[in-house]
């Protein structure tokens, strides 16, 4: 069940819902340019005793595009307003890549909010990651409106470690196209810009799970052992 909800940080998100309401809250958090219907897949193979929400961030899919306010600290608050919004004391929250710091920002701000957390294709830190910083400055730091198609498709299949269904791939090919060059130019520019805030992480006690894939090309093993050692 798809649905939108406003919140008090000035932005309406949208989100997908399925499971019992009195089921464990399993929040979801999608990786950049992706939306909610990124985890359908995943949703579908999840028991009824999981009450599954994947949101849709700011400035992604069809939720609303402020003007500004695409760091991690920004997301985080809005998180906080859904779950204050649906009366969700805490929940599990499951972050994947750019999720996963947001993920990250959020229990180290709120530690009470958090029963546990997944880390899927995690990093410690994007500030100043040369990949990201590359793709900044051959695509993106001049990047206007509309955005190439050629450039989301190419960025969504270097995205892929191996082949996906068609039809879901252009679903997030689709999702990715209703985001405005000026989010991901802010969106990427936030993430080299945002100190490492991973030693924070000390402090938290939730149960992790860390999740990554030998092929992943973005978020490196050693990102995962140090997250794991912190």
């Given at each position: 069940?798809?649905?939108?909800?406003?919140?008090?940080?000035?932005?309406?998100?949208?989100?997908?819902?399925?499971?019992?309401?009195?089921?464990?809250?399993?929040?979801?958090?999608?990786?950049?340019?992706?939306?909610?219907?990124?985890?359908?897949p995943l949703l579908e193979r999840l028991p009824e005793t999981i009450r599954a929400l994947a949101i849709t961030l700011r400035g992604h899919g069809a939720s609303s595009k402020p003007e500004?306010?695409?760091?991690?600290?920004?997301?985080?608050?809005?998180?906080?307003?859904?779950?204050?919004?649906?009366?969700?004391?805490?929940?599990v929250i499951a972050g994947h890549s750019m999720g996963s710091m947001v993920t990250q920002r959020f229990v180290t701000l709120h530690p009470d909010r958090v029963v546990g957390l997944v880390l899927m294709g995690a990093f410690r830190t994007i500030h100043r990651h040369a990949g990201v910083q590359e793709f900044w400055d051959t695509a993106l730091?001049?990047?206007?409106?509309?955005?190439?198609?050629?450039?989301?498709?190419?960025?969504?299949?270097?995205?892929l470690a191996r082949p996906v269904p068609p039809e879901f791939f252009e679903i997030v090919v689709n999702e990715s196209l209703q985001v405005p060059a000026r989010v991901w130019?802010?969106?990427?520019?936030?993430?080299?810009?945002?100190?490492?805030f991973s030693e924070e992480l000390a402090a938290v006690e939730a149960p992790t799970l860390i999740a990554w894939g030998e092929l992943d090309a973005y978020a490196s093993r050693a990102d995962q052992d140090a997250l794991h050692r912190t």
């Amino acid at each position: 069940m798809t649905r939108t909800v406003a919140l008090p940080t000035g932005v309406t998100l949208q989100y997908i819902e399925r499971g019992k309401p009195s089921g464990l809250p399993v929040i979801f958090l999608h990786g950049v340019t992706d939306s909610c219907r990124s985890f359908e897949p995943l949703l579908e193979r999840l028991p009824e005793t999981i009450r599954a929400l994947a949101i849709t961030l700011r400035g992604h899919g069809a939720s609303s595009k402020p003007e500004d306010g695409y760091r991690y600290v920004d997301m985080a608050e809005d998180l906080r307003a859904f779950m204050d919004a649906l009366r969700l004391p805490a929940a599990v929250i499951a972050g994947h890549s750019m999720g996963s710091m947001v993920t990250q920002r959020f229990v180290t701000l709120h530690p009470d909010r958090v029963v546990g957390l997944v880390l899927m294709g995690a990093f410690r830190t994007i500030h100043r990651h040369a990949g990201v910083q590359e793709f900044w400055d051959t695509a993106l730091a001049t990047l206007t409106d509309p955005v190439d198609p050629r450039l989301v498709r190419e960025f969504q299949e270097s995205t892929l470690a191996r082949p996906v269904p068609p039809e879901f791939f252009e679903i997030v090919v689709n999702e990715s196209l209703q985001v405005p060059a000026r989010v991901w130019r802010q969106t990427f520019n936030g993430f080299l810009q945002t100190p490492d805030f991973s030693e924070e992480l000390a402090a938290v006690e939730a149960p992790t799970l860390i999740a990554w894939g030998e092929l992943d090309a973005y978020a490196s093993r050693a990102d995962q052992d140090a997250l794991h050692r912190t």
